[in-house]
């Protein structure tokens, strides 16, 4: 079971948090200016690393608020040394 | 006159208490301290077993929790526990214990017929049974196989024990208090550090418990206990024995579970034993080694033991395991303490070759051809194996460690694994208990500067380093009956098998031999396993491969792992504030998510189809009542609040009056449908938004991933409110009547308060909104109020509507009626497949706002295709027959498959106003085919059926706002 950090809140067990897939994945601003090919490549396509990866958690049994962090998909290691929103 | 086989030696026992015991119905006694196992060996008791394939006779292997044949059953009804290791057993005045796999009785076992025929049942033998035709296989081999193969029975009855589970935090957590382990502890609680130590054994020390070694001038096993004693009265610090470290998780997780009274009895007040979940951050391994039986013909003879197990009875409880003993070792110091304790010991020399031990329920002799090649027979009770040490790499492995084969330890050794993990001690590599000692606090020393505290310049403790031991190599003869794996039966002939027919791969030998799959995980047997197929293959052990460990180390009862999860604590309920008025009215309930919600409110003699129909009849012809507090709610206040629902929801707020409600339907990005409700303007500014009751969380936390993530800059705040309201909707033609005669401050008029308005008024001194929002079609007013009033309120509803024969009604009419109306229900017309243009939704969907979650999407070329499936109504062509949710439609009766599908029933109904079974469905290109004729298949029948538009009632909604 993971160790997360909230930054808010400090260290906690992984089942306190929520998982939300790959992190910087903004939402287009203007999606009526992509094809469709583009459009579906948003909705459907991630890259899935082996290894290290960023991705987005919410401490849903917390504080309730989103962030991210690195964690080692093949060793489970984490990384929490650089914040991001 | 013989030697009592209990000496005068026996740290762990105490003579002055004696205690009574059974096996197989048989008493004997033993004394407080000794173990199951060693209570038999000193009555003379060696066969405890019989074989699980061939019903071999065996008897008590090991002295730790790497046995592999006593397993025994013990307790009496639900205290029944199979398979327990009669070595890890402690005895307790009234212990009951059974052996396992054997009947008639343990000595005459008709099992043992398997042995005879045993060619025909070598490893992997049932998969030929495979080969002939399935009936053979269901009608002979299979109920032979089972019953023939085991371990012991499970209980019949609960289990009455109690368990609990506790967290701990520490800075190291040390498993295994042997030599390395205290010397790591010791260390690491002097720097400062918090300290938790396990060992899963009752008294500490490990090897330290046999040891003649003396450390800091005391003996091995009293250093052990002073020491252990010293940490665990060291502040922050725990020492826990009796205590399984089971399995390594993530960033340093360990599960462990405690026997806190398994060794008082069964019965005991308070929990049986505790799970623990501890989180280091760092980990040292200190779990010692396994001594390696040796692969001769019949190894496997009750009487033939290991030899540090010998050494272990007689040093622990006082207990020699044989009268005429061999050894198989060069252990000078072992053959001289079981002389002295008065058995005859005969050791033989490094060029003698083992043919064969013989034996029936005892092993009567070995065997041997001698140096010059002359064949000898020596007789003995009892052969004792100085076999190689193979290091206890479980939980290494469990933290993804791997392992590389040492040719002089003749073992696999632990290297690599993640940083917060380290082996120490003859964990890590043979070593001595002086070795043993210094590496503990060697590796710690380490350890403790990562974690940031200054190690100590403590001494080491003195002890002579009597050099390490690695075993030597014992010729054997080959031949078949030389067991690899005890518990499953696998001989080395076995492997070789597994090698002819090309399994030679490490995870094909594991699978298909069976070896090291048993409870004991291949303890005494994976590394022989290795080593022979290594030997056919021609290639280094290490070259085979290693398969990998898993959780538990040892079985792990399900009590302990469910704790106070379990019955009533397994999941909350949540109730409503009305809750005991529908007890009270006799409602059968359903399950909502965690809610409990009202089914339907069955009269005396009813049945749920007369009760429902009874309620649907009332709400149509009359007026119901519909307990709807579990309907998820949001408040969505700020300057923004406008902006984020039009970007949410795919319909236009901002035109949206206060006092007014709209209709409102949520997508996701993909464009498919995933919430529907109301949502109602409170002010300028604030907004409350209705969702189905199993998706609250689900609407809420995707708002807020939205406004966290997306829109930060949208001013807009959510809170959820569900549990602060209570709702009744009150429903029906007479519906104004009643709540007009109960509400005040409101006028009811219909050009004052009309359909999708709402208003707020209250009921005696309680305030209440009242929404008109439609679910049944009828006129409808739901009664909102805070949840504390809610059943107040109820109750004075219900008062007001009984002139009028009000029904309460539960959410099998619930469904009915919107059914009939056409109205959809997340996740039961929607799947997460099905957009808003399917469901016929498209005047809610805005042409005018420029982007909203789902519009890109709703444009893709697949989600304009025109043979989607739609939302359609179906009916019976013989008006009769009630279809079933789920059930495929085609085109045509389906004759045989493949037949193509064209959509599928989503909610299937008897409509009592309209006395006709009646459907909504999905189906290809729905909207164009009404009228046409179409099949339901399910539960074997084939139902014709018209294709209908998707509504059944009151078509126009003139009920609802007049």
């Known amino acids: 079971m993971l160790l997360i950090r909230c930054p808010w809140c400090g260290e906690r067990d992984e089942l306190e948090f929520a998982y939300g897939g790959e992190a910087d994945r903004p939402r287009p601003h203007s999606p009526d200016e992509l094809d469709d090919r583009q459009w579906a490549e948003f909705l459907f396509l991630r890259r899935n690393e082996k290894g290290w990866r960023r991705e987005r958690w ?6 309730g608020r989103w962030f991210n962090l690195r964690r080692n998909t093949t060793t489970h290691e984490i990384d929490q040394k650089e914040e991001g929103a | 006159m013989t030697a009592p086989l209990r000496t005068a030696a026996g740290d762990a026992i105490d003579r002055s208490k004696s205690i009574r015991f059974t096996f197989d119905g048989t008493s004997y006694t033993g004394y407080a301290g000794d173990t199951l196992a060693s209570a038999l060996l000193a009555n003379g008791i060696h066969l405890v077993g019989r074989s699980f394939k061939y019903h071999r006779p065996r008897g008590i292997l090991s002295a730790g929790s ?21 070595t890890m057993v402690e005895l307790y005045d009234g212990l009951t214990a059974y052996s396992q796999n054997a009947w008639p009785s343990l000595r005459w076992d008709m099992g043992a017929i398997n042995n005879r025929i045993s060619r025909f049942f070598p490893a992997g033998f049932y998969y030929k049974t495979f080969l002939g035709s399935a009936a053979i296989w269901t009608r002979i081999f299979e109920p032979f196989i089972r019953k023939m193969a085991g371990l012991g029975p499970a209980p019949t009855k609960p289990d009455p024990d109690s368990y609990t589970k506790r967290h701990a935090h520490c800075d190291l957590l040390v498993i295994g208090a042997g030599p390395a382990g205290l010397s790591a502890a010791t260390a690491a609680v002097a720097s400062g550090a918090r300290v938790i130590l396990v060992d899963e054994n009752a008294r500490v020390g490990g090897q330290l418990r046999a040891s003649q070694s003396s450390i800091d001038g005391a003996k091995a096993s009293t250093w052990a206990e002073a020491t252990a004693a010293t940490i665990k009265s060291a502040p922050g610090c725990r020492v826990l024995s009796r205590t399984t ?38 980990i040292i391994v200190a779990a010692g080694a396994h001594e390696q039986p040796l692969r001769f013909i019949n190894n496997d003879l009750p009487g033939i033991m290991l030899a540090s197990a010998a050494r272990l009875y007689l040093e622990q409880y006082g207990v020699l395991t044989g009268r005429q003993i061999i050894l198989l ?15 005859q010991v005969t050791q033989l020399s490094r060029e003698t070759t083992i043919s064969k031990a013989v034996g029936g329920n005892r092993v009567s002799a070995l065997l041997i051809r001698d140096a010059q090649g002359q064949k000898q027979k020596l007789k003995c009770d009892c052969v004792l194996m100085a076999g190689p040490w193979q290091p206890a790499v479980h939980l290494h492995s469990q933290a993804g460690g791997k392992t590389v084969y040492d040719e002089q330890a003749k073992a696999f050794l632990p290297v690599g694994g993640p940083a917060w993990l380290t082996s120490a001690g003859s964990c890590r590599t043979p070593l001595s208990t002086a070795q043993c000692l210094i590496d503990g606090r060697t590796v710690t020393d380490r350890i403790l500067s990562d974690l940031g505290y200054s190690p100590t310049a403590i001494s080491r403790p003195s002890c002579h380093d009597d050099g390490v031991q690695l075993a030597a190599e014992v010729p054997v003869e080959d031949g078949a ?7 499953n039966d696998v001989t080395t002939a076995d492997i070789d098998l597994a090698y002819r027919e090309g399994f030679i791969s490490v995870e094909h030998l594991k699978r298909y031999t069976t070896t090291g799959m048993a409870t004991d995980q291949g303890k005494l047997s994976n590394v022989a396993a290795l080593e022979r197929m290594a030997q056919r293959l021609n290639v280094q052990p290490g070259a085979v491969g290693t398969t990998t460990f898993r959780p538990p180390y040892t079985p792990v009862t399900f009590g302990t792992l469910a704790a106070h999860d379990s019955g009533d604590l397994l999941d909350p309920i949540r109730e409503t504030a009305m809750h005991g008025w529908h007890i009270e009215q006799g409602a059968e309930f359903e399950n909502v998510g965690q809610w409990k919600r009202p089914y339907y409110y069955p009269r005396s003699g009813e049945t749920m189809d007369d009760a429902v129909r009874r309620e649907c009849r009332a709400v149509r012809e009359s007026v119901g009542m519909l307990d709807a507090s579990t309907l998820g709610k949001i408040d969505i206040q700020g300057p923004d609040a406008v902006r984020f629902l039009e970007r949410i929801y795919t319909n236009a707020w901002a035109k949206l009056e206060i006092g007014r409600c709209r209709y409102g339907v949520m997508c996701s990005e993909d464009g498919m449908v995933m919430d529907d409700g109301v ?10 938004t209705f969702t189905t009751t199993g998706n609250a969380a689900h609407v809420l936390d995707h708002m807020e991933d939205y406004l966290q993530t997306e829109w930060p800059d949208l001013k807009v705040y959510l809170t959820s409110v569900t549990e602060h ?53 009828e006129m409808s007013y739901e009664v909102h109020c805070p949840s504390p009033s809610g059943r107040a309120v109820w109750e004075a509803l219900y008062k007001a509507g009984e002139p009028f024969g009000i029904t309460a009604y539960g959410t099998e009419t619930m469904h009915v009626l919107r059914a009939e109306k056409g109205y959809i229900i997340i996740g039961q017309e929607t799947d997460g497949t099905v957009s808003p243009v399917d469901l016929g939704l498209n005047w809610a969907i805005s042409k005018k706002k420029p982007d909203f979650i789902g519009k890109r999407s709703l444009a893709r070329p697949d989600m304009k295709r025109t043979d989607r499936k739609q939302l359609v109504g179906l009916v019976p062509s013989d008006r009769k027959t009630c279809l079933e949710e789920g059930a495929q439609i085609a085109i045509m009766p389906m004759q045989q498959a493949p037949h193509p599908m064209i959509g599928h029933v989503t909610s299937a109904y008897w409509s009592e106003i309209l006395q006709t079974p009646f459907a909504l469905a999905l189906v290809k290109d729905g909207r164009q085919s009404e ?30 706002n007049g």
């Open chain 2, 679 to 688: 949502t109602a303007r409170i002010a300028d500014d604030r907004f409350i």
């Open chain 2, 931 to 960: 009228g046409e004729r179409v099949h339901a298949h399910f539960d074997g029948k084939v139902i014709p059926c018209e294709v209908t538009k998707a509504v059944f009632y009151d078509p126009a909604g003139e009920n609802m």
């Open chain 2, 245 to 282: 470290a089971f399995g390594v998780y993530d960033n340093a997780l360990v599960m462990a579970v405690e026997r806190v009274s398994d060794h008082r009895g069964t019965g005991v007040p308070g929990p049986r034993q505790r799970l623990w979940q501890i989180r280091a951050r760092h």
């Open chain 2, 725 to 777: 309201w209570a709702a009744s909707v009150v429903t029906g033609p007479r519906s104004r009547d009643v709540v007009s005669s109960v509400v005040q401050g409101i006028d009811f008029e219909n050009d004052s308060f009309p359909h999708l308005a709402w208003r707020e008024g209250r009921i005696g001194d309680v305030p209440v909104r009242v929404y008109r929002i439609s679910f049944t079609g």
């Open chain 2, 481 to 487: 009956k030389a067991f690899i794996d005890y518990q």
């Open chain 2, 66 to 86: 790497e046995e592999p044949n006593a397993l025994v059953r013990v307790g009496l009804e639900g205290y029944s526990e199979s398979n327990a290791r009669a």
């Open chain 2, 329 to 343: 070792g060069q252990d000078e110091e072992t053959r001289a303490l079981l002389t002295a304790a008065g058995a």
């Open chain 1, 58 to 63: 919410r401490h849903s049994s917390g504080c």
